[in-house]
């Protein structure tokens, strides 16, 4: 996503399928493990299937107590983005009036105790509109020195966001936030969310929750992207190894017979074309698993 500050034309780009759900998800542990995929999604993620009949059970007290605590953060959330919108609502400051020109002489008829008096409060003047500008860069400075370190943390998280092979990556979600998302929008999602990376790819992943919020002005938005955020979930589950994948998904494991293959290798050197000692060997594995 951009990191000027300006409004802009969106680049155009493919927009990608909708994430889908994954098997064995659980809620995000506060120190993930390298090797964990995430599973990014608005609302609850579907359930893996040997779990949908315990999800049917009456919660305990103790989920219940989890989900007010989730509920009254949210609504702490909300709260903060929508002091966001009342601030976006502010009118701008009036600009400060320019510095008046120097003193001429002639205007005061070369009368020194009158022309002096105004040449020294001019530069009283100057001094106070130049220390002006003077701090309104330093502030301008230190707001963009400070949106730069948002975006670099944020592409930093974007490009470490490990998601399932078969759901689409950060760039290609990214793409889809600013097909539809303005310059402005996506400057507001990066400073106000807590999580920008998962909230985008939560977008890039659903089109047209993307296109809805693109459509609003900039303090609607903020409110609803702090809505948005709330219902956000993330939860990890371990990639699949080659032994848990599915029978038909992969070819049957041979085991290797290092003996074997040495014989062969020899067989392949030797200019007679000589196979007596595989064929031995293979008549003594064969006999050895005849008198098992």
Known sequence: MSTTQADGENPEVIETPEDTGADSSVETPANDEADDEVIVSIGEPPPPKDEAEEDEQPPDREWLKKLRLHEREQAKRIRELEAKNAALSTPAPVAKPALRPKPDPADFGFVDEKYEPELLKWHDEKRAHDKAEADEKARAQAELDAWVLKHKAYKAKGSTLRVPSDSISFDEAESVVTRHLTIR???LLIDAAEDPAVLVYALGSNPDEAKRLGALK???????????????????KKPLTI??????SRAPAASTDNTLARLEAEFEKDPNGDRSKINAYKAEQARKKQGK
């Open 185 to 187: 929008q996506q400057e």
């Open 218 to 236: 900039d303090g609607p938005f903020a409110v609803a992207l702090g809505r948005l955020e709330s219902k956000v979930k993330v939860t990890t």
């Open 243 to 248: 032994a848990e994948k599915p029978i038909g």
